[in-house]
């Protein structure tokens, strides 16, 4: 009688190690499904500071309190969770600055995702500010489909709720509509 339930046990035993086995097997693929779905950095920054030059010259500058480097990833892109500062340079050294929350650089499209009280002072002291903006660095190029206002040194004042798009100098713009806005007219005499 011994050697039956000796025999009856080690079924038991062998069919709940089997059915472990599977168990397990099904979470391990569970858990790869995990980890692949979480995004690690590759690199992590703190008080970052970039100069761009083209021909020894500075073009641009980029401040930010903290970086993450997501190149590792299959759509790769750097994130600045703390907001960044951009200082642009134009042919005549003139400065515009661009400030941003939060910001990410989507390295193969170039495009760069501002987001959270976006504002951005020109060299000629117009302003422009939106919860939004995109800059398409390839084509120079910054738009919203959103909300925008823009003022000037003179008093101007433009609000839209649908989107603007312009070229980097701000002598090109587009906007998409308009629901407020007051230019100063100096009077001539004549």
């Not at 650089?105 to 117009?126: A, E, F, I």
């Not at 084509?139 to 040194?153: A, D, L």
């Amino acid at each position: 009688m011994k050697i039956h339930t000796k025999h009856i046990l080690h079924c038991i035993v062998t069919a709940l190690a089997v059915t472990m086995f599977f168990s397990c097997q099904d979470n391990y693929s569970e858990i790869q499904k995990l980890a692949y779905s979480k995004r690690f950095p590759v690199g992590e920054a703190e008080n970052m500071f970039l100069v761009y030059t083209d021909s020894g010259k500075v073009k641009s500058t980029l401040r930010s309190p903290y970086n993450k480097d997501f190149s590792n990833q299959k759509f790769p892109f750097m994130e600045f969770p703390n907001g960044i500062e951009l200082e642009f340079f134009d042919e005549k050294n003139n400065k515009s600055v661009v400030t941003s929350d939060y910001a990410i650089l989507y390295s193969d499209t170039r495009l760069v995702d501002l987001q959270g009280n976006v504002k951005v002072v020109m060299h000629n002291g117009n302003i422009l500010e939106a919860p939004q903006l995109y800059w398409d660095q390839d084509r120079e190029w910054v738009f919203t489909e959103g909300e925008y206002k823009i003022s000037g040194e003179y008093g101007m004042l433009v609000q839209g709720t649908n989107g603007i798009d312009f070229n980097r100098d701000f002598t090109i713009v587009d906007a998409h509509e308009i629901y407020d806005s007051t230019i100063p007219i100096e009077e001539k005499d004549k």
